[in-house]
């Protein structure tokens, strides 16, 4: 079975751009999260979606937004990017989301540079 | 003040040593606590998780949970090269939401 996918797995912006980051889930799970892991550093929560509804948002700011399409994958939008946003993306997907009833899967994820 | 706390190493132990990797956190609230393994450049991989206190053995490795002292320990018996990689503790509040918090990370390196 396939993992958990996420493309590009390379991005190279300048600040100011847009980006998508776009995460394709383990099939069978409804539940895709989102995390930034700057180098060094634990991920961290971005945002969970379930069944297309929001979950759950960390504490990032309004330039960082997602969708979770019919099909379950999901895309992470960063608009007027910074050189802070530089970081490792990462997606993770889970059958439903709850803590007590699966794990979270992460993919490669996505190496963002802003320069 | 982090949530969860992790010394970021680096961790450096001759093959066959036992490690001992270790959390602390400050909400006693969260109930569910995992360890991750992530290689570099790669996605992290769950290697245990636990609920609540106690201790759970898989094969080379035991997570123990101390809620009472907000504690949280991985052990590796007979490590080996190919355990070299960045641990994550992570652990999450609720039955209803996902979201891990996860610790800075402890590099390990395990030298032949």
């Not at chain 2, 400050?26 to 245990?48: D, T, V």
């Amino acid at each position: 079975d396939a993992g958990v996918t996420q493309s590009p797995t390379h991005l190279i912006k300048t600040r100011g751009q847009h980006v998508t980051l776009r995460c394709s889930p383990i099939s069978g799970h409804k539940s895709v999260s989102w995390y930034q892991q700057v180098l060094g550093q634990g991920p961290q929560f971005i945002f969970q979606y379930y069944e297309k509804e929001e979950r759950g948002r960390g504490n990032f700011p309004d330039r960082f937004s997602a969708r979770q399409f019919p099909n379950y994958s999901s895309e992470l939008n960063v608009n007027a990017l910074l050189l802070g946003d530089s970081a490792l993306y990462l997606c993770a997907s889970s059958l439903v989301g709850g803590a007590n009833t699966d794990t979270q899967y992460f993919g490669p994820g996505t190496r963002l540079t802003v320069l | 003040q982090k949530e969860v706390e992790q010394d970021p190493g680096p961790l450096s132990v001759p093959e066959g040593a036992i490690v001992s990797l270790n959390c602390t956190y400050s909400n006693s609230a969260f109930q569910y606590f995992m360890w991750y393994r992530q290689y570099s450049r790669k996605g992290p991989e769950l290697l245990m998780y636990t609920y609540s206190s106690g201790n759970k053995e898989d094969g080379r490795f035991t997570a123990q949970v101390d809620k009472s002292s907000k504690y949280i320990s991985l052990f590796i018996r007979d490590s080996q090269p190919s355990d070299s990689a960045t641990y994550l503790c992570a652990m999450t509040l609720s039955s209803n939401t996902g979201k891990l918090i996860f610790g800075q990370g402890t590099t390990l390196q395990v030298k032949p």
